[in-house]
């Protein structure tokens, strides 16, 4: 099995900063793509950024020049670096991870994985 878990959320005021961190486990062959989405409650979950095994970045407009997002191959861990917090920006943040990985049985696999989420609150 695959599993991702994040860490870093928490409570901030506008204009602070906060990373986030997801670490991926398993039995992982390779790690193609990985992000970070957002939800608000009774909305549907968005992109916020995504990072490429090659290093290619895309975020959305709201977030450009504010956050972060960096990946180690190694550690298997993709990391939000978030500064200048707004309170629009208040939301679940969830992990995501595109992977090749092994699922038994000789069958190498693709697959699309997400962590549980961490809350993160912008204070005005």
């Known amino acids: 099995q695959v599993q991702l878990v994040e860490s870093g959320g928490g409570l901030v005021q506008t204009g602070g900063s906060l990373r986030l961190s997801c670490t991926v486990s398993?039995?992982?062959?390779?790690?193609?793509?990985m992000g970070w989405y957002r939800q608000t409650p009774g909305k549907q979950r968005d992109l916020v950024a995504v990072?490429?095994?090659?290093?290619?970045?895309n975020y959305v407009d709201s977030v450009k020049g504010r956050f972060t997002i960096s990946m180690d191959n190694a550690k298997k861990t993709v990391s939000l670096q978030m500064n200048t917090l707004k309170p629009e920006d208040t939301a679940g943040y969830y992990c995501?991870?595109?992977?090749?990985?092994?699922?038994?049985?000789?069958?190498?696999?693709?697959?699309?994985?997400w962590g549980r989420g961490t809350q993160v609150t912008v204070s005005s």
């Open positions: 995501n991870a595109d992977v090749t990985w092994n699922a038994g049985l000789g069958s190498i696999v693709p697959g699309n994985f």
């Open positions: 990072i490429s095994s090659g290093g290619s970045t």
């Open positions: 398993g039995s992982i062959v390779r790690l193609n793509t």
